[in-house]
Nanobody, 124 residues
Framework: QVQLAESGGGLVQAGGSLRLSCAAS????????MGWFRQAPGKEREFVAS????????RYADSVKGRFTISRDNAKSTAYLKMNSLKPEDAAVYYC?????????????????WGQGTQVTVSS
Protein backbone atom coordinates (compact mmCIF):
# COMPACT_ATOMS: atom_id res chain seq x y z
CA GLN A 1 0.00 0.00 0.00
CA VAL A 2 1.24 3.47 -0.91
CA GLN A 3 -0.22 6.69 0.37
CA LEU A 4 0.40 9.96 -1.43
CA ALA A 5 0.04 13.52 -0.23
CA GLU A 6 0.35 16.49 -2.58
CA SER A 7 1.23 19.99 -1.47
CA GLY A 8 2.36 23.27 -2.97
CA GLY A 9 -0.76 24.32 -4.82
CA GLY A 10 -2.18 27.80 -4.54
CA LEU A 11 -3.04 31.00 -6.34
CA VAL A 12 -0.49 32.49 -8.72
CA GLN A 13 -0.58 35.16 -11.39
CA ALA A 14 -0.16 34.21 -15.03
CA GLY A 15 3.53 33.92 -15.81
CA GLY A 16 4.35 32.86 -12.28
CA SER A 17 5.70 29.61 -10.89
CA LEU A 18 4.76 26.93 -8.40
CA ARG A 19 6.39 23.73 -7.25
CA LEU A 20 4.17 20.85 -6.31
CA SER A 21 5.38 18.08 -4.05
CA CYS A 22 4.10 14.55 -3.67
CA ALA A 23 5.21 12.75 -0.54
CA ALA A 24 4.82 8.99 -0.53
CA SER A 25 4.57 6.63 2.39
CA UNK A 26 4.95 2.90 2.19
CA UNK A 27 7.62 0.67 0.82
CA UNK A 28 9.33 0.41 -2.52
CA UNK A 29 8.83 3.99 -3.67
CA UNK A 30 12.08 3.87 -5.61
CA UNK A 31 10.78 0.93 -7.65
CA UNK A 32 7.67 2.72 -8.90
CA UNK A 33 7.02 5.15 -11.70
CA MET A 34 5.27 8.41 -10.86
CA GLY A 35 2.88 10.58 -12.77
CA TRP A 36 1.19 13.94 -12.44
CA PHE A 37 -2.32 14.47 -13.79
CA ARG A 38 -4.74 17.36 -13.61
CA GLN A 39 -8.44 17.90 -13.82
CA ALA A 40 -10.17 21.18 -14.49
CA PRO A 41 -13.88 21.69 -13.77
CA GLY A 42 -16.03 20.00 -16.39
CA LYS A 43 -13.07 18.32 -18.04
CA GLU A 44 -11.56 14.87 -18.05
CA ARG A 45 -8.49 14.12 -15.99
CA GLU A 46 -5.47 14.58 -18.22
CA PHE A 47 -1.86 13.52 -18.20
CA VAL A 48 0.69 16.18 -17.35
CA ALA A 49 4.05 14.49 -16.76
CA SER A 50 5.63 11.22 -15.74
CA UNK A 51 8.95 9.91 -14.51
CA UNK A 52 10.46 6.45 -14.34
CA UNK A 53 11.39 4.79 -11.09
CA UNK A 54 15.03 5.83 -11.30
CA UNK A 55 14.26 9.26 -12.69
CA UNK A 56 16.10 8.73 -15.95
CA UNK A 57 13.09 8.89 -18.21
CA UNK A 58 10.52 11.67 -18.26
CA ARG A 59 7.61 12.52 -20.48
CA TYR A 60 5.39 15.58 -20.78
CA ALA A 61 2.10 16.55 -22.28
CA ASP A 62 2.60 18.86 -25.24
CA SER A 63 0.71 21.61 -23.44
CA VAL A 64 3.31 21.81 -20.66
CA LYS A 65 6.49 20.81 -22.44
CA GLY A 66 9.23 23.34 -21.87
CA ARG A 67 7.40 24.93 -18.93
CA PHE A 68 6.99 22.09 -16.42
CA THR A 69 9.67 19.82 -14.98
CA ILE A 70 9.05 16.58 -13.15
CA SER A 71 11.66 15.18 -10.78
CA ARG A 72 11.94 12.84 -7.83
CA ASP A 73 14.08 12.26 -4.78
CA ASN A 74 13.90 8.58 -3.93
CA ALA A 75 15.80 9.10 -0.69
CA LYS A 76 12.94 11.32 0.45
CA SER A 77 10.18 9.30 -1.26
CA THR A 78 9.02 12.51 -2.87
CA ALA A 79 8.21 13.59 -6.40
CA TYR A 80 8.01 17.17 -7.64
CA LEU A 81 6.43 19.14 -10.42
CA LYS A 82 8.00 22.52 -11.06
CA MET A 83 5.66 24.69 -13.06
CA ASN A 84 6.93 27.84 -14.74
CA SER A 85 5.25 30.37 -17.00
CA LEU A 86 1.85 29.36 -15.73
CA LYS A 87 -1.18 30.15 -17.85
CA PRO A 88 -4.84 30.44 -16.86
CA GLU A 89 -5.49 27.18 -18.72
CA ASP A 90 -3.14 25.39 -16.32
CA ALA A 91 -5.62 25.94 -13.49
CA ALA A 92 -6.87 22.60 -12.19
CA VAL A 93 -6.64 20.14 -9.36
CA TYR A 94 -3.31 18.40 -9.71
CA TYR A 95 -2.92 14.77 -8.67
CA CYS A 96 0.15 12.64 -8.27
CA UNK A 97 -0.04 8.93 -8.87
CA UNK A 98 2.10 5.84 -8.48
CA UNK A 99 2.34 3.04 -10.96
CA UNK A 100 3.71 -0.24 -9.60
CA UNK A 101 6.14 -0.59 -12.46
CA UNK A 102 9.47 0.93 -13.35
CA UNK A 103 8.22 2.66 -16.48
CA UNK A 104 5.47 5.27 -16.40
CA UNK A 105 2.57 5.74 -18.78
CA UNK A 106 0.33 8.54 -19.91
CA UNK A 107 -2.86 6.60 -19.17
CA UNK A 108 -4.38 7.30 -15.77
CA UNK A 109 -5.94 3.84 -15.72
CA UNK A 110 -2.51 2.25 -15.38
CA UNK A 111 -1.72 3.97 -12.09
CA UNK A 112 -2.39 2.17 -8.85
CA UNK A 113 -2.36 4.82 -6.13
CA TRP A 114 -3.51 8.43 -6.13
CA GLY A 115 -3.18 11.42 -3.90
CA GLN A 116 -6.07 13.63 -2.87
CA GLY A 117 -5.06 16.45 -5.18
CA THR A 118 -3.93 20.04 -4.75
CA GLN A 119 -5.62 23.06 -6.30
CA VAL A 120 -3.72 25.33 -8.66
CA THR A 121 -5.38 28.60 -9.58
CA VAL A 122 -3.87 30.96 -12.14
CA SER A 123 -5.16 34.49 -12.40
CA SER A 124 -4.91 36.39 -15.66
Amino acid sequence: QVQLAESGGGLVQAGGSLRLSCAASGRHFSMYAMGWFRQAPGKEREFVASISSGGGSTRYADSVKGRFTISRDNAKSTAYLKMNSLKPEDAAVYYCAVRRAALPDTSSGLYDYWGQGTQVTVSS
